[in-house]
């Protein structure tokens, strides 16, 4: 059965960082790229970025490139969002997603606010 579980989401004020991570189990990891997506209040999930099996390949919304950094562990099973020079508009619920085997399957999202 595989599992998506996020953590690491909290109050940030702007300009500053968070880590999320998003633990993975049920299938093989390592086979499977991963992506972050986000959905904020009223508007549509969409993606924040995405990393390669191996990790050598990412891509970036460009809303978030040169802020937000993608990377994965294999041996952990686990991959990781590093936001940094976060703004106001980076709040939203936060979802882990891969489309092993096929199909699609998503976390239950971890939220991120970015208020003073």
């Known amino acids: 059965q595989v599992q998506l579980v996020e953590s690491g989401g909290g109050l940030v004020q702007p300009g500053g960082s968070l880590r999320l991570s998003c633990a993975a189990s049920g299938f093989t990891f390592s086979r499977y790229a991963m992506s972050w997506y986000r959905q904020a209040p009223g508007k549509e999930r969409e993606l924040v970025a995405g990393i390669t099996s191996s990790g050598r390949f990412t891509n970036y919304a460009a809303s978030v490139k040169g802020r937000f950094t993608i990377s994965r562990d294999n041996a952990q099973n686990t991959v990781y969002l590093q936001m940094n020079s976060m703004k106001p508009e980076d709040t939203a619920v936060y979802y882990c997603?891969?489309?092993?085997?096929?199909?699609?399957?998503w976390g239950r999202g971890t939220q991120v606010t970015v208020s003073s």
């Open positions: 997603n891969t489309n092993a085997g096929g199909d699609a399957y």
